[in-house]
């Protein structure tokens, strides 16, 4: 059983920068993949972010590649999402979620948090 807290949403102008963090129970985290998803008003969740258990491997999806990067800490039983250059459509609920396989979908995740909200303004 693995419980997430994410924290750091806020508003921002656009250009500007945020970090999101999640903090994971239990003494297991390494063993999981973490993930970055992102909801907007309206839409369906999509993907974000995701980062293997030993933080070797990293995914991103095409619409943050280069402004975005997640990085984890296991010392700390935290991951990241580092968001820089932000724009109006980042806007969006982000959760991060926890799965024992490295994955983009959000089907495979066996474990959520409860989100936190980003908005930037135009």
């Known amino acids: 059983q693995v419980q997430l807290v994410e924290s750091g949403g806020g508003l921002v102008q656009a250009g500007g920068s945020l970090r999101l963090s999640c903090a994971a129970s239990?003494?297991?985290?390494?063993?999981?993949?973490m993930g970055w998803f992102r909801q907007a008003p309206g839409k369906e969740r999509e993907f974000v972010a995701a980062?293997?258990?030993?933080?070797?491997?990293?995914y991103y999806a095409d619409s943050v590649k280069g402004r975005f990067t997640i990085s984890r800490d296991n010392a700390k039983n935290t991951v990241y999402l580092q968001m820089n250059s932000l724009k109006p459509e980042d806007t969006a609920v982000y959760y991060c979620a926890a799965d024992q396989t490295l994955s983009s979908s959000s089907y495979e995740y066996d474990y959520w948090g409860q989100g936190t909200q980003v908005t930037v303004s135009s």
């Open positions: 239990g003494r297991t985290f390494s063993r999981y993949a």
């Open positions: 980062i293997s258990g030993g933080g070797d491997r990293t």
